[in-house]
């Protein structure tokens, strides 16, 4: 199971990427199983020291009883205080954001969610990514690549 947040490498240049892990409950990891999330607008903010991801949509699950959990609420992501520190003083500087890019199901059975740190792109910039993309698919479709 993964989820890709495609819109994020349009609208970001990327420096780093990091690896995090997520504290969920039962009813949102059996939903995350079932393929029941969505990263529209999602984005990641600093509280107390601690990284939290917003908006990130994670369905109820449909089994669930009042135990279900709420689809929009905030979670806690699990980084080393190292990274946590470089981080946050990144975030202080003008046009950095955190990301998140991808969401996957760990070897190690835990669901795993891969954050960017990425700097906003200009509007020229989004054109000049869209004629990269273009040309990189004409290409392709030339050579039968």
Known sequence: M???NRKAHHEYFFESTYIAG?????TEIKSLRAG?????DSYCIFHKGELYIKSLHISE???GTYHNHEPMQERKLLLNKKELKKLENKI???GYSIIPLRLFLAESGYFKLE???GKGKKHYDKRETIKQRDS???IKRKYGI
């Open 2 to 4: 993964e989820l890709t």
């Open 115 to 117: 954050i960017g740190l």
């Open 22 to 26: 997520m504290v969920l409950s039962g």
């Open 36 to 40: 029941k999330a969505s990263f529209n």
């Open 61 to 63: 699950y449909a089994f």
């Open 92 to 94: 202080k500087e003008k």
């Open 136 to 138: 990189e698919r004409d």
